[in-house]
């Protein structure tokens, strides 16, 4: 059955692939400029790479393995060379999907389904071409996703293949597995609902195994490493955005809605412009996005009605709440690929439907067609679109290359949203003019000829003094 379905399967991956291909040239923005300089400060500084594990975090977020250590290799090793720095996101994109390969096929092998390597190929392949893995791929400053899903699904992986390991094999996951919760702990802080989503996996799974009294005691191990972490995590992150602030009001009914957006494919640019001048083609793009995948759920759902009981469909839902659970709280901040994790599930139940009901070719045409519709709208989208603004900076930047530029450099900013793509770190990694000499400011200076300004398109342009 398998060697039936290869042809669509390879031509599915290279429509993967194709899809990958564009976020090969896109430019450093935004953050991206913030962690260069800080690798290139610890560079600088003779900061070992196992600092950021023990010291302060300066961004509000203690990510030091995804963070701190990958933008090290990208600044360091990599020489801060944008493609190669791409390059290195695309290995962990490749990597998370392994993760999420394998752990669709342990599940799927757990459940006794047929197949179980077509549908672990399957779920890790529709998961790249997800709105969810948009952004990863695209701002090499996101790194922190791929790390985690790659860390969360190993995780999981072993939790669910533990049961029926024996010997060597076992004792080896046994010890793995706090090391992996560390691991995915020091990749990202939705980490710590490792725990609770072993268990979601483990109602699901009551019915086909079990776990002993020392798998019991190992994931308690687990819980208490987490907890160790967080006090750490409280002790060195003592200062956030506050876009990122927790709290509780309609950012709960937003980012819920914005929840459901993304499991349906459909792109964070699309609902801006629902909620804000363009509301007719924001519906029109989120529908076109919706309806495919609306069809693949709802056939998938259909399909496997007698085989999964209604409380193990609770269970996956139990564990797609909790694999997005941080972001429902959120003040601000909202992102397709939060749904990184969340989005393993429907994938794995459509997987497992496509290969029961023989209807492989019709389903990945549906996912091929919405999620074409996603990243490439996404890419198109005009400012303030992230795409758009990121190659508006880059524009800028490469007109201000070429300028004979004196310190201190004047800033005037009229659009702080737009500027923040460069940034001032962002002037001063490119200009390689010291972060101190760049002023913000909408006067000019005594000895200063001319500043730069913003004009009414959004572009810098000079502006002389006059004293």
């Known amino acids: 059955m398998f060697s039936s379905h290869r042809l669509v399967v390879t031509l599915f991956i290279l429509f993967a692939l194709a899809l990958w291909l564009p976020s090969l040239f896109i430019p450093f923005w935004g953050d991206d400029y913030y962690f260069l300089t800080q690798a290139r400060e610890a560079q600088l500084d003779g900061d070992s790479w196992w600092l950021p594990f023990f010291s302060e975090s300066a961004t509000g977020f203690w990510r030091p393995l995804s963070m701190d250590t990958g933008w090290r290799f990208v600044g360091q090793v990599l020489g801060g060379n944008v493609l190669y720095a791409h390059f290195y996101s695309w290995f962990l994109c490749l990597l998370s999907a392994g993760a999420v390969a394998l752990f669709a096929y342990q599940f799927a092998r757990a459940m006794d389904w047929p197949q179980a390597k077509l549908i672990g190929l399957l779920t890790a392949t529709m998961h790249a071409v997800h709105v969810a893995s948009y952004l990863p791929l695209h701002w090499v400053a996101a790194m922190n996703s791929p790390t985690l899903v790659f860390f969360l699904c190993i995780t999981l992986s072993v939790w669910i293949t533990l049961p029926r390991l024996t010997g060597g094999q076992r004792l080896l996951a046994l010890f793995s597995l706090p090391l992996l919760q560390l691991f995915a702990l020091f990749s990202k802080e939705a980490a710590i609902l490792i725990p609770a989503l072993v268990v979601a996996l483990a109602i699901f799974l009551r019915d086909k195994q079990s776990y002993s009294r020392t798998d019991k005691l190992v994931w308690i191990l687990c819980v208490v490493i987490c907890l160790i972490w967080l006090y750490f995590y409280k002790q060195l992150t003592p200062q956030r955005d506050s876009a990122y602030g927790i709290t509780l009001g309609e950012n709960l009914v937003v980012n819920s809605l914005s929840f459901i957006a ?18 007719l083609k924001g519906v029109v793009w989120a529908l076109a996005c919706f309806v495919p995948m609306a069809i693949l759920y709802a056939k998938s759902c259909v399909q496997l009605a007698r085989e999964i009981k ?12 909790l694999a997005y659970g941080p972001y429902f709280v959120l003040a601000e901040q909202a992102y397709e690929y939060y749904a990184a994790v969340a989005i ?42 992230v795409i758009s603004r990121a190659f508006w900076a880059e524009t800028q930047l490469q007109w201000l290359e070429q300028q004979h530029i004196a310190p201190p450099l004047l800033v005037e900013v009229s659009n702080p949203h737009q500027f923040a793509a460069i940034g001032v770190l962002g002037l ?9 000499h760049i002023l913000l400011t909408n006067e000019c200076r005594a000895g200063v000829e001319r500043r730069l300004q913003q004009n009414s398109a959004g572009n810098f342009e000079w502006i002389d003094c006059k004293h």
Do not use: C, K
């Open 344 to 385: 393993t599930i429907p994938l794995f139940i459509v997987s497992r439907a496509l290969t029961a009901n023989n209807r492989l070719t019709a389903g990945l045409l549906l996912m091929a067609v919405s999620s074409a519709i996603a990243v490439q709208g996404t890419r198109d989208a005009e400012y303030p679109a």
């Open 428 to 436: 001063s990694w490119r200009l390689d003019i010291p972060r101190e």
């Open 262 to 279: 993304w499991i349906f494919n459909i792109p964070r640019e699309a609902l801006r412009l629902i909620v804000t001048d363009h509301p």
């Open 310 to 321: 209604w409380t193990q469909w609770l269970a996956l839902l139990a564990f797609m709440v």
